[in-house]
Structures are given as structure tokens and as C-alpha cells.
């Protein structure tokens, strides 16, 4: 299963990074072993392109390792000189470029995956998947093959390109069809009108056309994708298209946590309070974090900590990150020889919160011993609300080797 993201530098805010992890938490270890995710940096600025490339190098490691997640970029002969472009179908300068662009983008990053696997799904650089999305996708292809259903496009989102699945041994009609009329329509027009003239006939009418397509165009609902949200709990408005066949997102994620005395400085909006989501009730919605002010977890009693997730913002309000907000801890008994950086008041810094995908996980040092107090401090001042979706603090739990059996 091959994944193609184009992506391009952003004005306001990059959901890039967000998108990956959430393309990659949602699948399985089967699933990764089966799928490839492209990122096309589709920029011709080379200091651009080495600075997203390092920033996805960076946070994916492990998955550029295991060739899960690959970057390409094209050369800036790629393009054409935007300036002579013909204006077609009555469309603004700035429209017929930018659609212009698109369609050989998405040809570009066609022809690399075409042979990189069996089936090719496009995607775009600010969307969420549902948990196990590679997998449905695959039962939905086999299925269709199985009943010998002769199909050009599987469907699993119903907006614009997103989610539309292709045989990579289609992919070159479809980018010699692109190349071809790349600058007279937007590329979902385009993808239209190859369907049509694959399957049409020219002496029947719009209805029987419409049959034939239906044929070779199959729809998977509830939709498996969608784009992010980005209307902010401040400054508000702008809204994207939403897929209504998507459904519901899960706002928050529910553990179990060690008991422990609960305070922040922050105020929360409505019932969004700290304890409901300590008990993983819903998610915690603080208003404007500024520095200094901090979450702290007191246990009853002291516990030994074996591993912490922090998660900030979730899909409906994805800007609502905790920045430089850091997860400190402070041990009954202060451990010698710490490298770790410590507070004028006793913690110790055990992990951060990454402005890329909101969230801090880590482990504590075994040799700290029990820990009486966990805390989030905020350590400069933000202009956004900030939510916490998940909060998971694991104890360390002895385990004690089993009697009677050999090692
Ligand atoms: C949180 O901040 C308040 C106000 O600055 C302070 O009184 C309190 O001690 C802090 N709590 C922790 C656990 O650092
Ligand atoms: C974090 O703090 C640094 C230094 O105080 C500041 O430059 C940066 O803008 C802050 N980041 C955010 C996202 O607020």
C-alpha cells in the first residue's frame, strides 16, 4: 500500500507533522510492514526542502529506517516558467498557477510510486485516518477483486482527491492523462473526465454515462478520512470542508492513573477540568498558559514511575498545544548523580513537549526511586488555549520471576 502526501511550505500553520503521526499511530506493525508513506515536498526552494526534510528525518527516525516513510522533491526544472502559463476557463492568474501546480505534483508523485507497490492512495498533508485504515482499504480492494469487479478508482473519502485509491499499474494513464491537459483543469476535474473517456460512450446521454462510471468508481463509506479541523478557539472562523460520512473523532484518550491530588494555576473552560480528564472522562481545556503556570500531579502515596504520555490539542482544535511546557518530576529522595537538568525548587526535567506534535513521552530514571510530585510547567507565555487529550502515567511495576520455571 503505498501512500502519496503532497505537501507545500504553508503561511499560517503546518499540519505536516501531526498528519504523519497520525497516519502512523493508526496503524498496526502489520500494517507498517505493508505500507510505504511518500512525502512530496513539492517546493523548488532548497533550503526549504532540507529543513522540512530534516524536521520529518528527525521526528520519524525509526520509520526512514525501516523504509516506512520516504521524501522526495523535484528538481526545479520540474516546473514550468509560471509566468507563461495560458489562463484558461476564465479562472484568476493565481488560480490556473496554483492548480496548474497541483496537477503536476500529483503526477510527479504518481510516477515515483507507481512502482513502489500493488495499490496507490492519495492523500494530503492535513488530514486524520481511522485506526486500521490499511487494513479496510485492503479487505475493500480484495473484496472487489475477488468479485471480479473491474474498477479504476476505490473511494474512501468524499473530499476533493483525498483517499482515492488506484492499481499502481494504472498510475501512468492517469499521469501521461494529467501531463497532458495540466493547465486547463483543476486535477479532480481531470480525474473525471479520464474516467468518463475511459468508460462513455459518445452516442449515449449523461444518465448511462453516469452508470458506467459508477461501475468503475466504488464508494466505501463511513469515509476514512478527514481534514483537520482549524478553527480556533480564539481567533475563530476559518473552517475546511468536512467529510460528514467520517463521523465522529475521539476527542480524548482514557487510562487508568495511579491516584494522585490534582492542582493547576491554569482555569479551565466549561466542565473541561482537570480531574474529569485525569479520570479520562473528556479532555482538559485550559485557558491562555502563561509562564510559570503548571500542572502537578501529587501522589498519595509516592509512586515509582516507569513511563509518561502527555498528548496537548486534539482533531477538532489541533492548535491547542501546550508549548514549551516541560514534565518534571521531584523524588522523595534526591538520586546522586543526575545529569538530568534540575529546578531551583528540586525537579528534575524528564521530558518536553514537542511543538510538532503536541505531545511529551518519556521514561524516569529507574534510579530515582519513588516520585511524590509530576509536573507540567509552562514556561512561556501562549497565545492559544491549550488542551490536554491524553494523560498517561504508568507506575513501575515489580515483576516478580515466576516460580518453577526455567529461564
Ligand atoms: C504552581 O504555581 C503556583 C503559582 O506560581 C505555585 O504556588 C505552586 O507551588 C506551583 N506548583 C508546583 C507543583 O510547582
Ligand atoms: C517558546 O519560547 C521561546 C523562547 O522563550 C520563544 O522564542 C518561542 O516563540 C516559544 N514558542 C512558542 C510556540 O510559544
Request: charged content about 25%; aromatic content about 12%.
Amino acid at each position: 500500500m503505498v501512500l502519496g502526501i503532497p505537501t507545500v511550505k504553508r503561511e499560517v500553520q503546518s499540519y505536516l507533522m501531526s498528519t504523519l503521526q497520525n497516519l502512523i499511530e493508526n496503524m498496526s506493525p502489520a500494517e507498517k510492514k505493508d505500507s510505504i508513506i511518500i512525502v512530496f515536498i513539492a517546493e523548488t526552494d532548497k533550503d526549504f526542502i532540507t529543513r522540512q526534510a530534516v524536521e520529518i528525518e528527525t521526528h520519524f527516525q525509526e520509520h526512514i529506517e525501516t523504509g516506512l516513510l520516504e521524501i522526495v522533491a523535484p528538481s526545479a526544472n520540474f516546473y514550468p516558467d509560471w509566468t507563461k502559463l495560458q489562463q484558461t476557463l476564465g479562472d484568476p492568474p493565481e488560480r490556473v498557477k496554483w492548480r496548474t501546480k497541483q496537477n503536476l505534483d500529483f503526477a510527479f508523485l504518481m510516477m515515483y510510486a507507481q512502482a513502489k507497490g500493488t495499490f496507490y492512495v492519495q492523500l494530503e498533508d492535513d488530514i486524520l485516518t481511522k485506526p486500521g485504515y490499511v487494513t479496510t482499504m485492503k479487505n475493500f480492494a480484495y473484496k472487489q477483486i475477488t468479485n471480479k469487479k473491474d474498477w479504476l478508482i476505490l473511494d474512501f473519502c468524499q473530499l476533493g482527491f483525498i483517499g482515492k485509491m488506484f492499481k499502481c499499474v494504472d498510475l501512468s494513464k492517469l499521469v501521461a492523462f494529467f501531463v497532458m491537459f495540466y493547465n486547463d483543469k483543476p486535477v479532480d476535474w481531470l480525474l473525471d473526465n479520464m474516467v468518463q473517456t475511459k468508460v462513455c460512450r459518445f452516442d449515449k446521454d449523461v444518465k448511462e454515462c453516469k452508470k458506467q462510471k459508477d461501475a468503475v468508481w466504488l464508494h466505501y463509506k463511513p469515509s476514512l478520512f478527514q481534514h483537520v479541523g482549524t478553527h480556533s478557539s480564539l481567533k475563530g472562523k476559518v473552517q475546511k470542508l468536512k467529510d460528514k460520512q467520517f463521523g465522529k473523532l475521539a476527542l480524548h484518550y482514557a487510562h487508568k492513573n495511579p491516584s494522585a491530588e490534582l492542582s493547576t494555576t491554569l482555569r479551565s473552560y466549561k466542565t473541561y477540568n482537570l480531574l474529569r480528564a485525569y479520570k479520562g472522562e473528556t479532555f482538559f481545556w485550559g485557558l491562555l498558559p502563561q509562564r510559570g503556570d503548571n500542572i502537578s500531579f501529587k501522589f498519595m502515596p509516592p509512586i515509582k514511575i516507569e513511563k509518561f504520555l502527555f498528548r496537548s490539542g486534539n482533531p477538532e482544535h489541533p492548535d491547542d498545544k501546550f508549548f514549551n511546557t516541560t514534565v518534571e518530576v521531584l523524588p522523595v529522595n534526591d538520586p546522586s548523580k543526575q545529569l538530568l537538568p534540575k529546578t531551583r525548587d528540586g525537579y528534575y526535567v524528564v521530558g518536553l513537549f514537542k511543538d510538532t506534535t503536541g505531545i511529551s513521552e518519556g521514561v524516569v530514571p529507574a534510579d530515582f526511586g519513588p516520585i511524590s510530585t509530576l509536573r507540567l510547567l509552562v514556561r512561556g507565555d501562549s497565545e492559544r488555549w491549550a488542551i490536554l487529550s491524553e494523560i498517561f502515567i504508568k507506575p513501575l511495576v515489580m515483576s516478580s520471576p515466576k516460580p518453577g520455571k526455567e529461564r
